[in-house]
């Protein structure tokens, strides 16, 4: 951020940002000391929430695989077939209330509802530990995948709520990240539960019922302490709600609003780059079965439980660290996201080529290339940051944030159904291939949209300034704006 002119180097007015609008006015100032101290004490307090429910989210989500090496298959009678369906299922749920929670959403207060939808899959969580058959455990999974609905695209329009632009890159790593700390942490729960000849039912179970105690504990502590937004801010004092409503004014984002628009909706279902969000969702998630049946590969070249469990921790760790390094390129590189984005497809894509090719005999190569493979969150949270830069006005925002974790479903559900026949799940890795190359050009696309749509905007501010602004400040009606879309706001900027 530059500084103001001449006295004080640290102090920040509107003319400092060219497409500001008017939000922040020459008597509305604050100084960096002043900022650094507001985004200090959000990153001390929104952050881990967050990263701890995505945490949660993702170790349910990833238990499913702990449980097959240790006999849920056989406890419950499974087939191979039955077994993909448990995981397929899942997503079936969560595709189901996308649609009702972007409207809740929308209309409620967000961390209310989806603190109360953290504690209601607790609930559930523990209750995959009580079924005797498949049917019934399909059922669990079922309602635990539509009470996890609301979580992920909430947390992109957190995201967006309480930081800037340039700093969405980091904070969505953060509670990305929790993916792969959740995998190596589920490897060792599950290892130390195995270990553990005294537990007098069956060890899955086991790690069900503490997966969703610590849910439900979460979600308490969400529901309570977790400040809807800005104005809503216990850690804040008056001036430093100023500071962040000012900070956020820089970007032109107006924190969170219960109202639902019919505009909004049209807007986005019309706008191509949502469904370019929405391939995203589908072609990144494709290859998501990696991350449950790796531990069946593993498994099948003749390691132990315990073995496999260990062995199977490693590519969480993988995740993270190419998951920063996509986040330090973006330091570097900060226009240059979509780029990035491409590079992190690589070591994945590499990866899987090498699960199709190698032999079982090459045993370490079959594990690191399925610790390779398994690496789509460093992609994934590229792409999520890039459209929460990307994405104005309420409505508009949970629409294409669901757009996108619909598109997530979807390929979470077919997915799986290519991955039935062991140990070489030859159907499945083909098909990652296939759309990690798909992703690639999607992301291309991507880019060519918004830097159309900025040079066009460039245009237009340079040949009528007094319109731009007025399109800006006003609605249809002639009436002030406070929910503008980033299509109406042609003062906005898209991120690369």
């Not at 409620?108 to 530990?129: D, E, H, R, S, Y």
Request: aromatic share 12%; proline share 4%.
């Amino acid at each position: 951020m530059s500084s103001k002119d001449g006295d004080n180097p640290e102090f920040i007015k509107d003319d400092e940002h060219p497409h500001s609008g008017g939000f922040v006015t020459e008597s509305e100032t604050y100084t960096l000391p002043e900022e650094r101290a507001v985004l200090r004490k959000i990153d001390m307090v929104i952050l881990p929430f967050m990263c701890f429910v995505f945490f949660l989210q993702y170790l349910d989500k990833q238990s499913l695989s702990y449980a097959g090496v240790f006999g849920l298959m056989e406890d419950l009678n499974m087939t191979s077939s039955e077994y993909s369906w448990c995981s397929s299922i899942f997503y079936v749920g969560q595709l189901v209330s996308e649609w009702p929670f972007i409207y809740l959403m929308s209309r409620f207060p967000l961390t209310k509802f989806v603190g109360t939808t953290v504690i209601i899959w607790g609930i559930i969580c523990m209750c995959l530990a009580a079924p005797k058959d498949f049917a019934g455990f399909a059922a669990v999974r079922f309602l635990l995948g539509f009470s996890e609905g609301a979580v992920s695209p909430a947390f992109v329009t957190i995201t967006s709520i309480w930081y800037r632009k340039k700093e969405h890159t980091t904070r969505t790593a953060l509670w990305i990240t929790m993916n792969g700390l959740a995998q190596v942490f589920g490897c060792l729960i599950m290892y130390g539960i195995g270990k553990n000849t005294s537990i007098i039912i069956q060890p899955w179970r086991v790690l069900f019922l503490i997966c969703g105690a610590m849910t439900v504990f979460a979600g308490i502590g969400f529901f309570v302490l977790m400040p809807n937004g800005p104005n809503d801010a216990w850690f804040l004092n008056e001036r430093e709600k100023q500071v962040l409503s000012l900070r956020l004014a820089s970007d032109r984002e107006g924190g969170d609003k219960t109202a639902f628009s019919m505009m909004q909706l049209k807007e986005a279902l019309l706008d191509p780059k949502a469904w370019m969000v929405f391939s995203f969702g589908v072609l990144v998630t494709m290859q998501s079965p990696v991350l449950t049946f790796a531990s069946l590969v593993i498994e099948s070249i003749g390691y132990t439980k315990l073995q496999t469990i260990l062995y199977t921790a490693p590519s969480g760790a993988l995740q993270i660290l190419l998951l920063w390094i996509g986040t330090f390129l973006v330091f570097l590189f900060p226009r240059q996201r979509n780029f990035v984005a491409l590079a992190l497809i690589i070591p994945p894509l590499i990866g899987t080529i090498f699960l199709f090719k190698l032999t079982l005999s090459a045993e370490w190569g079959l594990i690191v290339a399925s610790w390779l493979s398994s690496c789509i969150t460093a992609t994934m949270s590229i792409l999520l940051s890039l459209f929460a830069s990307n994405i104005k006005g309420n409505t508009k925002r949970a629409i294409v944030n669901t757009m996108f974790f619909i598109g997530y479903c979807a390929g979470c559900i077919g997915s799986p159904q290519l991955w039935t026949k062991s140990p070489r799940y030859t159907e499945g890795v083909i098909t990652s291939i296939v759309t990690w190359c798909l992703l690639l050009v999607s992301i291309i696309i991507y880019r060519i949209l918004c830097v159309r749509d900025n040079k066009a905007r460039d245009l237009l501010a340079n040949s009528d300034t007094h319109e731009v602004a007025r399109d800006v400040e006003l609605d249809h009606n002639g009436l002030p704006r406070t929910d503008l879309t980033d299509k109406e706001d042609k003062q906005y900027r898209y991120a690369l």
